[in-house]
């Protein structure tokens, strides 16, 4: 019964912003990392972005200074703050946890306008 829910994607032109939410459900989340991936037309899916249940986060170079990962306990939500856009961040955004195994949400759609 595990589940999460991307959204927030869309489209925005180079230089906006976009806040993507992941709403988790059929975990304690407050006891699992969170993670934040991608996948773009014809390449491999990559790691974006990493909190821990200790709040610390970890950021693929690509992303490092623009993106900003957070998560609410309480609302059992991770969020991905993505700033300064790109169109080569134009991709599918995957949530992802691993309890005994790993989940993955649906994917949110997010494409950057030159």
């Known amino acids: 019964q595990v589940q999460l829910v991307e959204s927030g994607g869309g489209l925005v032109q180079a230089g906006g912003s976009l806040r993507l939410s992941c709403a988790a459900s059929?975990?304690?989340?407050?006891?699992?990392?969170m993670n934040w991936y991608r996948q773009a037309p014809g390449k491999q899916r990559e790691f974006v972005a990493q909190?821990?249940?200790?709040?610390?986060?970890n950021y693929a170079d690509s992303v490092k200074g623009r993106f900003a990962i957070s998560r609410d306990n309480l609302k059992k939500t991770v969020y991905l703050q993505m700033n300064s856009l790109k169109p080569e961040d134009t991709a599918v955004y995957y949530c992802?946890?691993?309890?005994?195994?790993?989940?993955w949400g649906q994917g949110t759609q997010v494409t950057v306008s030159s």
């Open positions: 909190i821990t249940t200790h709040n610390n986060t």
């Open positions: 992802h946890t691993r309890t005994w195994r790993d989940y």
């Open positions: 059929g975990i304690i989340f407050s006891t699992n990392a």
